[in-house]
């Protein structure tokens, strides 16, 4: 009896090893998913008293497009091929009225889900009023100003700005491959310390020399946030954007641990889509927000500048571009010096060449002006200022097999709009 006893507290001890953990976190929720905020500890955001409300579109005036799909030829509303995927939400809002606004898989109006890396550009936003604020002095300050036990780490974190963060050109080693429970970004994700994995952090480049998308880069950001304002990422969040923006939900953002508390400043923030659709709107108004200035018109403009050399990639926010066409058919030439010499010949000052996936192939994008910020199940907020427009999508999994069709037509929803 006593040999039983003892073999049952030692495999409840090694299943509750097991679910602690960070590996076997890892295994146990393998990738991300829009629901964990739920097993994670996380901080509220409180709205204010006086909530913001778009214009609601007259019913003769509803918005659902039809588009024919490229597979089968088949032509189906924009409805339709929402209720296809695995979307949860989608908003869109031109001149401040709602010209569509639907949730699927049960989700409602004021549900929350996790946006992921859509959090890095509200980070970013942050990071904006805090330098407006004072709290930071410049995008030039070093991360050791604000988190000096990083000097004894390494000494390319004494080179390492807050711009270097903001652009993605830290200069890290770290596997951004979510697909494995041993890569860095798992122990990010669920780890139980943010700060220890950016301490264990080795650089490969210098500081500010390549580019590379990099989670971890926004999680040093928060951090930075936290230090120089004295106050949680939350706190400053709630008082900074939730409350001035005439939120309507309370949110939340996910944290390392109960005990640390440090916000996961990449990618755990949990909120509505219309709420998310009054920070598009912040930038749409160059940082205004019902005639206040909440964020420097500068910062607006750093951020959503196109930047090619950087993958159209400015300050944690996607700057807009489009795949050149003429007379509505792509042009791909052989080799990048063949495309960069085409792009030269048509004129144009500002532009990037990129290879097609799998393909022997290479295209030319070009700006266009409108800027996003994305998640990884393309959780998107698509922001088009020559159209006034607002698309806000939040959903399960990126859905190539049917929004793949969708995001192709993302940019022409914008245009279209009619209101």
Same mark, same amino acid.
């Given at each position: ?6 073999? =049952?507290? $030692?495999?409840? *001890?090694?299943?509750? #090893? ?6 076997? +976190? @890892?295994?146990?929720?393998? %990738? ?55 979307? =949860?939400? $989608?908003?869109? *809002?031109?001149?401040? #009225? ?6 699927? +898989? @049960?989700?409602?109006?004021? %549900? ?308």
């Amino acid at each position: 009896m006593r040999r039983y006893q003892a073999k =049952i507290i $030692l495999i409840s *001890i090694t299943v509750i #090893t097991f679910a602690s953990c960070t590996l076997c +976190r @890892g295994i146990r929720y393998w %990738d991300a998913d829009i629901d964990d905020h739920k097993i994670f500890h996380n901080d509220t955001i409180k709205c204010g008293d006086n909530k913001f409300h778009f214009h609601r579109a007259e019913s003769d005036m509803i918005y659902n497009p039809s588009i024919t799909l490229r597979k089968d030829s088949v032509k189906i509303t924009l409805d339709s091929l929402m209720k296809r995927s695995s979307t =949860i939400a $989608l908003v869109i *809002i031109k001149n401040d #009225t709602v010209l569509f606004e639907n949730y699927y +898989r @049960g989700y409602k109006r004021g %549900d929350v889900s996790t946006i992921f890396s859509m959090t890095k550009s509200v980070t970013s936003t942050l990071i904006g009023i805090a330098i407006d604020q004072g709290y930071i002095t410049s995008v030039h300050d070093t991360v050791t100003k604000y988190i000096p036990e990083l000097k004894k780490r390494d000494p390319n974190f004494s080179k390492l700005t807050i711009e270097h963060l903001l652009n993605m050109r830290t200069g890290f080693k770290f596997n951004e491959n979510r697909m494995s429970p041993f890569a860095k970004i798992a122990k990010l994700h669920y780890g139980t310390n943010i700060l220890g994995v950016v301490k264990s952090m080795k650089f490969e480049h210098e500081p500010g020399t390549v580019h590379e998308y990099q989670s971890i880069s926004t999680a040093v950001l928060g951090i930075v946030l936290e230090r120089a304002t004295k106050t949680s990422y939350a706190k400053y969040l709630e008082q900074n954007l939730w409350i001035p923006l005439g939120m309507e939900h309370n949110a939340s953002i996910s944290v390392d641990s109960k005990r640390k508390g440090v916000a996961k400043a990449y990618g755990g923030l949990n909120a509505a889509a219309i709420d998310l659709a009054k920070i598009g709107r912040l930038y749409l108004n160059s940082g205004k927000f019902n005639g206040k200035q909440i964020l420097s018109e500068d910062w607006v403009k750093r951020c959503t500048k196109s930047y090619p050399e950087n993958d159209w990639y400015k300050y944690q926010w996607y700057n807009g571009y489009k795949t050149y066409a003429d007379s509505s058919r792509y042009i791909y030439k052989p080799d990048s010096i063949s495309a960069v010499n085409y792009a030269k010949q048509k004129g144009f000052k500002t532009f990037s060449v990129y290879k097609r996936w799998k393909e022997e192939k290479w295209g030319i994008s070009i700006p266009e002006n409108n800027f996003q910020a994305v998640g990884i199940m393309k959780q998107m907020m698509h922001v088009d200022k020559d159209n006034n427009v607002i698309v806000v999508r939040l959903g399960y999994s990126s859905d190539y097999g049917v929004l793949g069709e969708y995001f192709g037509f993302l940019r022409s929803l914008a245009m279209n709009a009619h209101q």
